[in-house]
């Protein structure tokens, strides 16, 4: 037990550490006013990105996850997992519920590279993270959550 826990937090410093920048990127990029509009949105543009992320990262289906898990759950419960497992949650224009924004209800694309809208306006490259930090990442992947879920974190996540 001893050893997993060294491991774990060896693999926290080594690797996730280094990650706190793509939260960041994509919260800039929320308080710009930009907001979200879903990775269907995306897709027009970026067919191929968003076909391998589709097909190939677990957390493009995470409302599977969620929904197995709601009866379970408290509504704060609930809340703490709509922070990793959907787009935007607490953000302007992401998610809110499965009901009233069911473009949002799985992790896409703008969860890593921010609010898309201007950027799916306008086409302006500023206007989107393009090469989103790997620290932004630790929102979400961090030692905590590695360890009370036991999963292994994807940088790619299968789209890049």
């Known amino acids: 037990m ?34 979200y509009i879903g990775s269907v949105a995306c897709k027009q543009c970026h ?8 097909k190939y990262s677990k957390k493009a289906h995470s409302k599977q996850s969620v929904e197995k898990m709601r009866p379970k759950l408290t509504r704060e419960e609930l809340e703490e997992c709509y922070h990793c497992h959907t787009t935007g949650h607490g953000q302007k224009g992401g998610f809110v519920s499965y009901e009233k924004t069911p473009q949002l209800g799985d992790v896409g694309c703008e969860t890593c590279h921010g609010p898309g809208a201007t950027h ?22 961090n030692a905590e959550r ?15």
């Open 2 to 35: 001893h050893s997993v826990r060294v491991f774990l937090l060896a693999l926290s410093i080594a690797f996730f550490l280094p990650l706190a920048a793509l939260a960041a990127d994509a919260k800039q990029s929320a308080d710009s006013g930009a907001t």
């Open 47 to 54: 067919e191929q990105e968003y076909e391998n992320f589709s």
């Open 146 to 160: 590695i360890q009370k879920f036991n999963f292994r974190p994807l940088r790619y996540s299968g789209a890049h």
């Open 120 to 141: 799916a306006e306008s086409g302006e490259r500023s206007a989107i993270t393009r090469q989103p930090s790997v620290e932004s990442c630790l929102v979400c992947h």
